[in-house]
């Protein structure tokens, strides 16, 4: 058994193409890539959110960084 | 890759592709260091993460669709539908799209174009910075970096794409493709985003907010000219025989070509970089009366004017069309500044918006009746074309979509950052617990000093 369809090298590379794992799933491969890349995009509009919330309560109009 | 001089030209060009992405990391590099400069100490760190996150968002996009547009759009819409056959092997699932033996270009490839993508997105990101949400701009970074520039490319920079067959469009180094668009996009960001507080006085007049770090900034333009090298490589085939090309190239001379298939050389490049870039350095030094920022900046924009008709100008010619686009981005942007109160962090709409407009617009004259392509039928290069072209790129792909997200974003209320935050500085919390945690540690540290 061997994820990438190989499990020796004592093949003609000229009929070797792809060597990834899991080959026949680039699909859901790519379905979990962009669930991930959203994702990231809601958390951070999230935090970002709160973080703004939270520097407006902490500063005073006097107070900024020199 | 049967037969050795075949071997050799695909490992060549692998590796060539692979040092020009190396190359233009450097881009990057030099956009976060100048940006970050530009910035006031308040906002710095806030800025300088608004510049790198683009790296993975604007990655990962352009692996699930950027690289896909580029090859189904080259008609679509107006002269055709999506070309699915040639944009099937670029899909995310696409079994090219990773290790293959049988394939050693389409990543570095792919890898080259991404990098223009980071580029058309961190011009936009200069412009905008110390007033907007973080996560409002990456929307933008993703439009810009991994959907209107590439239809714009698959359209006027691809051998095949109708703007080239149809108008003679011809835009070699991109002054169009990337860097026209991107001035544009940020034009349309900012005429919603608004000025930073303070920068217009009650006149109207504009106020000169200086750079934290003005020398860094001055570097970090360096370290964008020294990566604009492996962009100019980037955009070349390196070598290619007549019978691949299949065009009107008779013979057997291999050559270099433009990414339109037509013939060109490193040499050339290499020259008309150089030329474009001094004629830039010195009309800027002159109009800006020795600005160090502006005639550094006037390098970049004398190589961006001159981009499109590099591969073709006398170095001489280069040299020339570099000054007059500096000139003509100058006068424009204290313009435009003026009138519409338009403020440009880094003045990223007139280094690359105006001067690749107009470098487009000359290059029509200068290489009027040119061929753009080696391939029959297509129409010559001429100035209606390169007119017709620039529009294209600054208004309909680059201004447009920018206007029409920013006022969505705006309206919903997440485009810009809270007045008071603007006030304290983005890295106002950052700076608390920093200032707490050296004083804690000071604290400590005296402590074990009085035993």
Request: aromatic share 16%; hydrophobic share 50%.
């Amino acid at each position: 058994m061997s994820t990438i369809g190989y499990q020796s090298w004592a093949v003609d590379l000229a009929e070797v193409g792809a060597i990834y794992p899991f080959q026949g799933h680039e699909v859901l491969m790519t379905v979990f890539g962009v669930v991930f890349w959203l994702g990231w995009h809601w958390l951070q509009f999230h935090n970002e959110n709160e973080e703004l919330k939270e520097n407006s309560k902490s500063v005073t109009n006097s107070k900024t960084i020199s | 890759m049967d037969g050795n001089l075949n071997a050799l030209t695909t490992i060549f060009t692998e590796f060539y592709y692979w040092v020009t992405v190396v190359f233009m990391f450097l881009i990057h590099v030099g956009f976060c260091l100048y940006e970050v400069s530009a910035s006031r100490r308040k906002n710095h760190m806030h800025t300088l993460m608004k510049n790198l996150m683009i790296i993975p968002l604007v990655t990962v996009t352009f692996f699930f669709f950027g690289w896909w547009i580029y090859w189904a759009f080259p008609d679509f819409p107006f002269f055709g539908g999506l070309n699915l056959a040639a944009s099937s092997a670029n899909t995310p699932w696409s079994d090219t799209m990773g290790t293959n033996l049988n394939d050693h270009i389409t990543g570095v490839f792919w890898a080259a174009f991404l990098l223009f993508s980071w580029t058309a997105a961190s011009i936009v990101s200069g412009s905008v910075i110390e007033r907007i949400r973080s996560s409002a701009f990456w929307i933008h970074a993703i439009l810009i970096g991994s959907v209107f520039w590439v239809i714009d490319a698959a359209w006027g920079w691809h051998y095949a794409g109708w703007m080239v067959r149809e108008l003679g469009y011809h835009d070699a180094y991109a002054s169009g493709v990337i860097h026209a668009i991107a001035g544009g996009y940020a034009l349309g960001v900012l005429t919603v985003l608004g000025p930073r507080i303070g920068k217009f006085d009650e006149n109207g007049a504009p106020r000169d907010i200086p750079p934290h770090n003005p020398w860094l900034l001055t570097i970090g333009i360096f370290m964008i000219y020294t990566g604009f090298w492996g962009f100019y490589a980037a955009c070349n085939v390196p070598i290619i025989s007549p019978e691949i090309i299949d065009g009107q190239i008779i013979g057997t001379t291999w050559t270099a070509t433009n990414i339109y298939l037509s013939p060109t050389s490193l040499s050339a490049i290499t020259f008309n970089f150089l030329m474009s870039l001094s004629g830039g350095l010195m009309a800027a030094y002159i109009v800006s009366k020795g600005d160090a920022f502006w005639t550094f900046s006037g390098g970049l924009a004398g190589i961006i004017t001159a981009s499109a008709g590099n591969d073709l100008y006398h170095p001489m010619q280069a040299m020339l069309i570099g000054a007059i686009g500096v000139v003509f981005a100058y006068k424009l942007h204290h313009w435009v500044e003026r009138k519409f109160k338009i403020d440009d962090a880094v003045g990223a709409v007139a280094v690359h918006g105006y001067s690749g407009f107009i470098g487009l617009v000359i290059s029509g004259f200068v290489l009027w009746g040119s061929p753009s392509s080696p391939f029959e039928g297509y129409q010559t290069i001429n100035p209606i074309g390169q007119l017709a072209g620039a529009i294209i790129m600054f208004g309909l792909l680059g201004f447009l979509p920018a206007y029409i997200v920013a006022r969505i974003q705006s309206s919903l209320g997440v485009l810009r950052i809270p007045k008071s935050v603007e006030l304290s500085g983005l890295d106002f919390l950052d700076d608390e617990l920093y200032q707490k945690s050296r004083a804690e540690i000071i604290a400590a540290e005296e402590k074990e000093l009085d035993r």
